[in-house]
């Protein structure tokens, strides 16, 4: 089964909170090989993440960004 956009990347989301299950991790990199959209949306969670990660806690605003 090929995932569209729309689930790719809500496991993209996901794979940042959660360890991805094996078959959704293995549909999730299926579709990344053949979709360049996806793939850049995949780069740019992996900048974000990292750009966060550089940010000293003492910089972070305490719950900001949480639901």
């Known amino acids: 089964m090929m ?3 729309k689930e ?3 496991l993209m989301s996901e794979a940042l909170d ?3 299950a094996v078959r959704e991790r293995i549909a999730l990199r299926m579709h990344v ?3 360049a959209g ?3 949306v995949e780069k740019q969670l992996a900048f974000l993440r990292q750009a966060v990660a550089e940010i000293p806690a ?3 605003v305490p719950g900001e960004g949480t639901q």
């Open 3 to 5: 995932l569209s956009c």
């Open 8 to 10: 790719a990347s809500r």
């Open 18 to 20: 959660r360890k991805l």
């Open 33 to 35: 090989v053949i979709c």
């Open 38 to 40: 996806c793939t850049r």
């Open 58 to 60: 003492a910089d972070r």
